[in-house]
């Protein structure tokens, strides 16, 4: 039986992985998979917890095709900051170092609890660099001697009955929404 361990950011974004997993035989009823809910970058704190909450919304649909578990780490702004600020806040900048900082932690706690494939739900999603994602994820499994399943990019299936964000996630990426729409 195989353990996966997906970085979860949304519940859109995580459905979209699971269906790319299961068409790539990669999940079937005799996986084991977990989900890591990690996100210190997401701001403010009520849209973290919305997001959450539709990640536990879909379980159910996700515990149809395996064994699904949910690992919901502290939630920690601190990190993020301590990460992002001393290296810059523009677009480009701040997102290697929060994709690093995510993934790196997907793989250390895959690593410490015996999985032997990760991936992330960043993959699939339209706010995201898929090529720089790829590039951090692939030096890690590298590193970590851990499996990176690769998903594709962006499913055109929609998704209905749970919270969908408009953003990325971040406090930057937040005013930058507001701004465009704006202006």
Not at 44 to 55: F, G, N
Request: net charge positive.
């Amino acid at each position: 039986m195989q353990k996966i361990l997906i970085h979860t950011c949304c519940a859109d974004c995580l459905l979209n992985t699971v269906k790319n997993l299961r068409e790539a035989g990669h999940i079937t009823s005799e996986s084991n998979i977990a989900l890591l809910f990690y996100n210190p970058n997401i701001h403010p704190r009520s849209e973290y917890l919305e997001r959450l909450r539709a990640v536990q919304s879909i379980i159910p649909r996700i515990e149809a095709y395996a064994k699904t578990k949910l690992i919901i780490p502290n939630y920690s702004p601190k990190e993020y900051f301590a990460k992002i600020l001393p290296n810059g806040t523009d677009v480009g900048t701040r997102c290697i170092f929060c994709w690093q900082m995510r993934l790196k932690n997907l793989f250390e706690y895959a690593k410490e609890n015996g999985f032997e494939k990760v991936t992330t739900t960043l993959l699939t999603s339209h706010y995201q660099d898929r090529d720089r994602i790829l590039q951090i994820a692939n030096t890690l499994a590298k590193e970590y001697d851990i499996a990176l399943l690769e998903v594709d990019h962006l499913c055109n299936e929609k998704h209905t009955g749970f919270y969908k964000q408009n953003y990325c996630g971040c406090c930057f990426s937040l005013t930058e929404k507001y701004l465009e729409s704006h202006t």
